[in-house]
C-alpha cells in the first residue's frame, strides 16, 4: 500500500514558478510510475504529467509541454512537479497518484491518490 501526501501549492502571479512535491511512504512507491492529475472547479480530473518508476520516462499534457517538468527520488520517496510560466488556467487542485499499471494517462488506472494541494495562478 501507498500513503501520498502532497505539499508546495499557493497563490503565485502569472508567469511565475511554484515546485510541487509529493511524498510517499510504503514499499511500493519506488516500483510505482507516478503521475500528477488536476482539477479545476467544475471540470472533470485532468492528466498534467507521469514519470515511470525508474524516472526514464515521462508523459505530459499538451498543454503543460515546455512549462512543466516532472521528475522523482525515489531514495526520498518523493515525486515532484516544477511549473513554470504559470497561467490563470492552471488554477486547479492538483494530486498525485501512485499506479503499477503501463497505462499513466489515465486517472482510472492509479491506485492511489494523494489528498490533494491547491495551485492558483492570479492574472
Known sequence: QVQLVES?????????????????????????????????????????????WSGGSTYYAD???????????????????QMNSLKPEDTAVFYCAATKSWNMVTATDYDYWGQGTQVTVSS
Open 8 to 52: 508546495g501549492g499557493g497563490l503565485v502571479q502569472a508567469g511565475g514558478s511554484l515546485r510541487l512535491s509529493c511524498a510517499g511512504t510504503g514499499r511500493s512507491f519506488s516500483r510505482s510510475a507516478m503521475g500528477w492529475f488536476r482539477q479545476a472547479p467544475g471540470k472533470e480530473r485532468e492528466f498534467v504529467a507521469a514519470i515511470s
Open 63 to 81: 498543454s503543460v509541454k515546455g512549462r512543466f517538468t516532472i521528475s522523482r527520488d525515489n531514495a526520498k520517496n518523493t515525486v515532484y512537479l
